[in-house]
């Protein structure tokens, strides 16, 4: 058994609190995007839900246990997207929730944070600015800090993307996934590494905001004093060391990518898929596109993990 703070039979649970709405998202081989980057690719399509990200996979399990406990209140920090989700969770369920972000966060993500009936407080600064603002905010109100990856709910709510990619229709030589604060990429690697242990997990980051990849390579934590990089979802500076340790157990690689790459990528989805996406959700595309050999001829699966992206920017992007 994997040594991690993970439970297979817990993750095989958690399906029954997560709104189905969440579950078995889309699965399937896209030969167009395939065809062009020399290897089979398998798309896991994590935007068709009410938050357009797989992050309510776990807001669902914090807001059920929450709720159990009759807690009434709690708040995050967010570069967006799980600002998003725990909103919704949290409306569904009668809570109080209070989202901190950066103020240059994409208007989008804020804007539907403000729609779904979240406090929203916005800081100078980046995600580890808003981190320590979330912390205060819980202290001073005495209300429950939801932190993303540090709490197991959103690393086993996230993993229960490895159940479906595991009993899906086919087998997988390398899964990529999106690396930021690492409850994806812990989560579904440690489903895979207990169900589908030949499946090469390959966690992915850019080089605009690569602490996450150099702790993994170096084995401890590893920390930076900025991130530069369009991939706001994944622009963390402080690994947490819980989810590094989790991280060791179950990835067999990390890699970093350029900026053009993400952006390639973003206009690949967009022209061989069909789909709009987020910087972060590009990352898999990047990393095929950097190494071809590598990856040349086996089957893929990536994980498509987010679309709330600003049109204006995200117009710029593509046609750059």
């Given at each position: 058994?994997?040594?991690?703070?993970?439970?297979?039979?817990?993750?095989?649970?958690?399906?029954?609190?997560?709104?189905?709405?969440?579950?078995?998202?889309?699965?399937?081989?896209?030969?167009a995007l395939g065809n062009e980057?020399?290897?089979?690719?398998?798309?896991?399509?994590?935007?068709?839900?009410?938050?357009?990200?797989f992050k309510a996979r776990g807001t669902e399990l914090v807001a059920s246990m929450l709720t159990d406990q009759g807690r009434t209140a709690a708040v995050c920090a967010s570069a967006g997207n799980l600002g998003q989700a725990l909103a919704w969770s949290g409306r569904r369920r009668g809570l109080d929730v209070t989202v901190v972000a950066a103020r240059r966060a994409p208007a989008a993500k804020l804007e539907r944070i403000r729609a779904l009936g979240a406090r929203l407080e916005l800081v100078d600064g980046d995600f580890e600015m808003a981190r320590e603002r979330a912390v205060d905010i819980a202290r001073e109100r005495g209300i429950?800090?939801?932190?993303?990856?540090?709490?197991?709910?959103?690393?086993?709510?996230?993993?229960?993307?490895?159940?479906?990619?595991?009993?899906?229709?086919?087998?997988?030589?390398?899964?990529?996934?999106?690396?930021?604060?690492?409850?994806m990429a812990t989560g579904v690697?440690?489903?895979?590494?207990?169900?589908?242990?030949?499946?090469?997990?390959?966690?992915?980051?850019?080089?605009?905001?690569?602490?996450?990849?150099?702790?993994?390579?170096?084995?401890?934590v590893v920390t930076t004093d900025s991130t530069d990089t369009i991939a706001d979802g994944v622009a963390g500076r402080y690994p947490i060391p819980e989810v590094l340790d989790d991280l060791l157990a179950v990835a067999d690689d990390a890699v970093l990518v350029h900026e053009t790459s993400i952006v390639t990528g973003m206009r690949m989805l967009l022209e061989r898929a069909g789909l709009v996406v987020e910087p972060s959700a590009a990352l898999g595309v990047a990393a095929i596109l950097e190494d071809r050999e590598r990856f040349a001829g086996r089957h893929v699966a990536t994980v498509i993990c987010g679309s709330n992206v600003d049109p204006e920017a995200y117009h710029r992007w593509i046609r750059t």
């Open positions: 058994m994997l040594s991690t703070r993970l439970d297979l039979a817990r993750i095989r649970a958690a399906l029954r609190n997560i709104d189905p709405v969440f579950l078995h998202t889309p699965l399937y081989q896209c030969d980057l020399g290897c089979t690719v398998s798309i896991k399509l994590e935007t068709a839900n009410p938050v357009r990200s429950r800090l939801v932190e993303d990856s540090l709490d197991i709910e959103t690393c086993e709510g996230a993993a229960t993307i490895g159940l479906e990619l595991a009993g899906g229709p086919a087998s997988y030589d390398a899964v990529l996934i999106a690396l930021g604060g690492g409850a690697g440690h489903v895979l590494k207990t169900l589908s242990p030949d499946a090469e997990v390959i966690c992915v980051q850019p080089f605009g905001a690569p602490a996450m990849t150099h702790s993994w390579h170096r084995r401890h």
